[in-house]
């Protein structure tokens, strides 16, 4: 591989506390030239924290293709980058992944991605809820409109540990969808804000989710047992 053009690197930052981010992560946040944010405003806090002062450039999911191409511009120039998402891991369930696939498949130059490893919301989820992992499904998050009752619908039919996300503007129709479409003996863990001040994991199964009262404050990982 040419080694004349920069590297981007794909790093996880924290889904919460801060002190979940790792020697490596933040030795790659120093010595890039540059840090692809989601939000600037919510990484340079993180940046702030650990004293990096690493300039940033903002990418998401309405980032047109002006935005690639510089991105792509200073790659060729031999800029180092790094890719950050708000909380976690960058390409899971995250705009990243557009950008990623556009590199690695790029006809004319092949860049180099590196994963710098770190806290997942769905891994972090999955470690905690007790149910079988040799197998699992992530779905990301449920859709808003279109298809929600459907995706809903098909949780009945997967056989395997299931996870998504949801947010706190959603969770109380999703907890409604789940009670529709799924036994009430099934096991349940809803997890919010993980790793956060207010953290709570909630057990139990689906017959019994009115009894948890589940706040819909916060960001939320949905884990079903099968």
Same mark, same amino acid.
């Given at each position: 591989?040419?080694?004349?053009?920069?590297?981007?690197?794909?790093?996880?930052?924290?889904?919460?506390?801060?002190?979940?981010?790792?020697?490596?992560?933040?030795?790659?946040?120093?010595?890039?030239?540059?840090?692809?944010?989601?939000? /600037?405003?919510? /990484?340079?806090?993180?940046?702030?924290?650990?004293?990096?002062?690493?300039?940033?450039?903002?990418?998401?999911?309405?980032?047109?293709?002006?935005?690639?191409?510089?991105?792509?511009?200073?790659?060729?120039?031999?800029?180092?980058?790094?890719?950050?998402?708000?909380?976690? +891991?960058?390409?899971?369930?995250?705009?990243?992944? %557009?950008?990623?696939?556009?590199?690695?498949?790029?006809?004319?130059?092949?860049?180099?991605?590196?994963?710098?490893?770190?806290?997942?919301?769905?891994? /972090?989820?999955?470690?905690?809820?007790?149910?079988?992992?040799?197998?699992?499904?992530?779905?990301?998050?449920?859709?808003?409109?279109?298809?929600?009752?459907?995706?809903?619908?098909?949780?009945?039919?997967?056989?395997? +540990?299931?996870?998504?996300?949801?947010?706190?503007?959603?969770?109380?129709?999703?907890? +409604?969808?789940?009670?529709?479409?799924?036994?009430?003996?099934?096991? %349940?863990?809803?997890?919010?804000?993980?790793?956060?001040?207010?953290?709570?994991?909630?057990?139990?199964?689906?017959?019994?989710?009115?009894?948890?009262?589940?706040?819909?404050?916060?960001?939320?990982?949905?884990?079903?047992?099968?």
């Amino acid at each position: 591989m040419t080694t004349d053009f920069g590297k981007l690197y794909i790093v996880a930052t924290p889904i919460g506390n801060l002190g979940d981010i790792t020697l490596r992560a933040l030795e790659t946040l120093k010595s890039v030239d540059f840090v692809l944010c989601e939000d /600037t405003r919510v /990484t340079q806090k993180i940046l702030n924290h650990y004293e990096i002062s690493t300039k940033t450039i903002s990418y998401h999911q309405h980032s047109n293709d002006k935005k690639v191409d510089l991105i792509i511009s200073l790659l060729d120039e031999g800029k180092n980058l790094a890719l950050v998402t708000d909380a976690g +891991t960058p390409g899971i369930s995250d705009p990243g992944n %557009i950008l990623i696939n556009q590199l690695t498949n790029n006809p004319i130059n092949k860049y180099e991605v590196i994963p710098i490893p770190g806290v997942s919301a769905v891994v /972090t989820a999955l470690s905690i809820s007790g149910f079988p992992t040799d197998k699992f499904i992530f779905l990301g998050f449920p859709p808003q409109k279109k298809g929600r009752q459907t995706y809903f619908q098909n949780l009945q039919n997967i056989e395997q +540990t299931t996870c998504f996300y949801e947010s706190n503007h959603r969770i109380l129709k999703a907890i +409604t969808s789940m009670q529709e479409f799924l036994e009430p003996e099934t096991k %349940i863990c809803i997890c919010r804000e993980l790793t956060k001040k207010f953290e709570t994991i909630y057990r139990g199964t689906v017959g019994g989710l009115a009894d948890m009262q589940v706040k819909d404050k916060g960001e939320f990982v949905i884990i079903i047992s099968k």
